[in-house]
């Protein structure tokens, strides 16, 4: 049987407000790139939007990445994930 750890006291409060800003921007890029597979007419004023949610994205997991990678106490749940 694999232990669970109790992430609420493993992780941070910063890790979680980065992980929770960084899944609602991945899911409003999920939403309009929905929304344009399904459309015949994409306006300019739409692929904007996707570029600057696609930067959004990549922001936030940026930032989230670099939080594992300096925050020692995500530092050492990763190392035991891992």
Not at 3 to 11: D, E, G, Q, S, Y
Not at 14 to 27: H, I, M, N, P, R
Not at 68 to 73: A, D, G, L, Q
């Amino acid at each position: 049987m694999t232990r669970r750890l109790p992430t609420a006291r493993v992780v941070c409060g910063e890790f979680q407000k980065l992980f929770q800003e960084s899944t609602v921007a991945k899911e409003a890029l999920r939403k309009l790139r929905a929304e344009i597979c399904w459309a015949q007419l994409v306006s300019k004023e739409t692929v904007d939007e996707l570029l600057r949610l696609q930067a959004k994205y990549a922001r936030a997991h940026a930032v989230l990445c670099n939080h594992v990678h300096t925050c020692f106490r995500c530092r050492r749940l990763a190392s035991r994930i891992a």
